[in-house]
């Protein structure tokens, strides 16, 4: 499914990296003891918390200790109402082959015309993506966390950079005002 929702398995990446600092810290103390945190795991403890029966099957020494009660009760004790939400967002991606992005809408709160290009993040190329946002109006992109927007008045006079700070499955909003 990976290929299918890279959205969504960034998702559970990130939380993945988030929950090993969390736990590292946490337990600092012994390093041998440190539980093995992957994105299966979190999958297998977003499933226990939710009260759903589960029986992995593991035949690898290192999927063992992923699948570990320790590692799992590692995992569950650091499930914050955030973290589940982006959980079940990613979950339900990977469940419908569903590609995640980022939406991010532009408000025009000027009194011209805007357009809005995005920015390449090898070539640093401005592509036009909307070629007229009215005054007062709203468009919506989706896009990936991190892309960076330029939004230019018709004269190109001004010009003002928005960079894409919601995460996969997550909305932000751009109001674009001198």
Known sequence: RRQDSPGAFHILSTLSLQLNEVIKSSNSDNVA???VVTEATILL???VHS????IPRAAATAHQQENAPSSIKAVIQHLTPDRIEKLETAISALMRGQQLHASVSFLN????TILVH???PDTNEEVVVSDRIHPGSVE???THPGHKFV??????KIRKEFVVGAGYG???QFRVEL
């Open 151 to 156: 939004v230019y008045d018709t004269d190109r």
């Open 51 to 54: 009260n759903i029966g589960i």
């Open 170 to 172: 997550e909305e932000q």
């Open 109 to 112: 709160a000027l009194e011209d």
């Open 45 to 47: 403890a977003y499933l």
């Open 140 to 142: 919506i992109q989706q």
């Open 33 to 35: 003891a440190q539980p």
């Open 118 to 120: 995005w920015v390449h």
